[in-house]
């Protein structure tokens, strides 16, 4: 779900010559802007589930069906509109075989968003964020490296990043071996399945979810011809992600859709129509405007956006979501060893997005 990196590398480079000849004064009041966005996208981006659990008498798809639509979709492009001039001409103006590749990529990232929904449902909060977003912060940083310069690896930054990478699956055991100790005792064989599958769901969501990063490599002509037609460096990158996610909706849409089909609930969207309505379009809103926020702000940090915006971002996210779901009772009764592992498996997962921010480092 999470493709930050790749949004500060479009499109906050291009500012930084211009931002080298301010005062010092702008540069601090820049600097500090771009934290302000920066903390502010994790916040939200930490917190866009929460909406979601607040919901009453939908199911799992009703909620991401109407999610997909408003953050995807509804929000993605009146933002776009916003931020863009002539956006339907910069559109039409760029090489329809790279459209044709954004929106392919797009589409798996798609499937690795319904995957992301599905692995919150059946982790929740607490441990789903940590290990989600580690795997997705990992892999997608790892496999589009092994697809477009497998000898990059080698490398002192593909190195680090093989070590990020080692951290964040410990990390991840970690937290996996706090959940099987939360009510150790009483757990059945059932609620163990259970956790054995929302793991593989979460690792299934850190592989699709990786797929935008490589798409991006199909993305500078289009972002060309939204600077052509008047955008600002600073949101000219916004063009590509404005179409990945509207073909990552598409796939939502067809699974969710199907899924209430197939069970005959249609009518449930009745219910509670105004409260969940309500909800999750501020799950929409919070999720894309995390985005966009973030891109803000690390196009004021400059070349510091993806050493340290990047990781800040992340890790906030990781934290708040966490806290979040502490906060609902979901890890209440677990033994005070299950919390202290959660707690050691959060610390490893946040060194390793440090890390991250290391190989981006001695990439620039």
Request: glycine residues 14%.
């Amino acid at each position: 779900m999470r493709s930050g990196r790749e949004r500060h590398e479009t499109i906050a480079r291009p500012g930084a010559g211009a931002r080298a000849k301010r005062t010092a004064p702008a540069m601090t009041t820049d600097l500090a802007a771009g934290f302000a966005l920066v903390l502010a996208a994790g916040v939200l981006q930490g917190s866009f589930v929460l909406p979601m659990t607040l919901t009453r008498e939908w199911k799992w798809e009703h909620t991401w069906l109407l999610f997909s639509l408003f953050g995807m979709l509804v929000f993605n492009w009146l933002i776009a509109a916003l931020v863009i001039p002539n956006v339907a001409e910069v559109f039409r103006s760029a090489p329809s075989s790279d459209l044709i590749a954004l929106a392919a990529f797009g589409g798996l990232w798609g499937l690795g968003a319904i995957l992301f929904g599905l692995g919150m449902d059946r982790l929740g909060m607490a441990l789903g964020y940590p290990v989600i977003m580690g795997l997705i912060l990992s892999l997608g940083a790892l496999i589009p490296l092994l697809i477009m310069n497998p000898a990059g690896i080698l490398s002192v930054p593909g190195l680090v990043l093989l070590i990020g990478t080692a951290v964040t699956i410990g990390g991840i055991i970690l937290c996996s071996s706090a959940a099987g100790l939360k009510g150790q005792a009483s757990e059945t064989a059932g609620a163990r399945a259970g956790l054995a599958a929302g793991l593989m769901i979460a690792i299934l969501a850190g592989v699709f979810s990786c797929f935008p990063n490589v798409g991006m490599n199909y993305a500078e002509k289009l972002r060309r011809a939204a600077l052509d037609r008047g955008a600002s460096d600073t949101m000219a990158g916004n063009a590509a992600w404005a179409l990945l996610f509207t073909a990552g909706f598409l796939m939502n849409a067809v699974y969710c859709g199907g899924c209430i089909l197939r069970r005959r609930t249609a009518g449930l969207f009745a219910r509670r129509a105004g409260r969940n309505l309500t909800l999750i379009a501020a799950m929409g809103l919070s999720w894309i405007g995390s985005f966009y926020l973030y891109g803000m702000g690390a196009a004021r940090l400059g070349r510091w956006g993806g050493i340290i915006g990047w990781p800040l971002f992340i890790s906030l996210a990781i934290l708040v979501g966490n806290l979040w779901g502490i906060g609902r009772g979901e890890w209440a009764g677990a033994t005070r060893q299950a919390r202290a592992r959660l707690n050691a498996g959060l610390a490893v997962l946040i060194f390793a997005v440090i890390l991250f921010g290391l190989s981006s480092a001695l990439k620039s």
